[in-house]
């Protein structure tokens, strides 16, 4: 069987696609910028995630932890390398089949952002090149579209127009993947074990609200790190052919409402439910005294719903039950995990 190689495999989403690749019996290696990651067993492994640690653990809507250990049962071979220093590349995808490309730099200053995202994917996309891999698959953002408000959006019909550093750098990121003639995933809000981003800001907006909601009917693309893994991993086996686009939507097909999104997040994190209603000037105003960003608002209040029904046709694949379910299998990991950092 062909070697799978996975960056930024100690991250967020990229702890959940070694998990998955284990079930599978995939061989892999794993790439990391220190040491190679320490193998342990058992899914509590998954869940020990660093609330301190900020960069390059993987890519996706600003999820990034690193150092900790991986769940992994099946061989995987180790390899030193980092993205920002291009020369420690070389010879690291020799005999690599399959490139899973999970890392990048999230936040930080812009010339970091720079040498990792950018230069960083272009060094890593030559030397894969270089050593023949078959496929490259690069694991990238929906937030490289910028603001705005997105209705069953197909990503051939979207112009980026990055908003940050590190939105424009991935995005420069993909254009080398995609000039490779590899395969970019853009999901949105992605939600699971590990994720130190998109519960706990959520959690920190309703605290300033106060259980206050301005209606929350805008609706989100939303998926589960588990499914996510699986669909990056789909899009790395897929027969040649199969894949009809290079730039694909990576979440559930269903959206999710803010509504339901922020009602779910405040039961297991004992919050209070929103449920009086003030309107958006004013929850702005609350979190402008909150000291909180305004993100969040902008994307909670219009909709940022992106079609993915060509990637899980291109699969060949049923998605899950979606996010009232999957949701409902991590609460107890957050309401222990994230409530105390909260």
Not at 194 to 205: K, M, N, Q, S, Y
Not at 213 to 240: D, K, Q, T, Y
Not at 295 to 303: E, G, H, K
């Amino acid at each position: 069987m062909h070697t799978t190689m996975i960056t930024g495999a100690t991250g967020f989403i990229g702890r959940h696609v070694v998990e998955e690749a284990r079930t599978r019996e995939i061989p892999l290696r794993l790439m990391s910028r220190h040491r190679p990651p320490v193998l342990t067993t058992g899914p509590a492994a998954l869940g020990d995630a660093d609330p301190g640690s900020a960069v390059r653990g993987n890519a996706g809507p600003g999820n990034t932890v690193s150092g900790n250990p991986l769940t992994a049962t099946v061989p995987a071979q180790g390899v030193v390398a980092d993205l920002a220093r291009p020369e420690t590349l070389r010879g690291a995808c020799d005999g690599v089949d399959v490139l899973l490309h999970c890392a990048s730099q999230i936040g930080g200053p812009a010339e970091v952002n720079e040498a990792v995202n950018a230069r960083g994917t272009a060094a890593l996309v030559a030397e894969a090149r270089r050593a023949g891999v078959r496929r490259i698959v690069y694991l990238s953002t929906a937030s490289v579209y910028g603001r705005g408000t997105f209705r069953s959006a197909r990503a051939e019909t979207l112009d980026r127009h990055p908003g940050s550093v590190t939105s424009r750098t991935r995005a420069a990121a993909e254009d080398a993947v995609r000039e490779a003639g590899g395969i970019v995933l853009r999901p949105h809000l992605v939600y699971g074990v590990g994720d130190i981003w998109v519960v706990p800001a959520l959690a920190r907006l309703l605290l300033a609200l106060s259980g206050a909601s301005a209606g929350w009917h805008a609706r989100m693309s939303a998926v589960s790190a588990p499914e996510l893994a699986r669909l990056v991993l789909g899009v790395g086996s897929a027969p040649a052919g199969s894949l009809t686009a290079s730039v694909y939507h990576a979440a559930h097909p269903r959206p999710v409402t803010a509504a339901e999104l922020l009602s779910a997040v405040a039961e297991c994190m004992g919050l209070p439910a929103p449920r009086r209603k003030l309107t958006v000037a004013q929850v702005r105003e609350r979190l402008v005294a909150a000291d909180l960003p305004q993100l969040a608002l902008d994307m909670l209040a219009t909709d940022h719903w992106f079609d993915s029904a060509p990637l899980w046709s291109d699969l060949g694949r049923v998605p899950g039950p979606g996010f009232a379910v999957d949701f409902a299998e991590t609460r107890e990991w957050y309401g222990n995990t994230v409530r105390a950092a909260v």
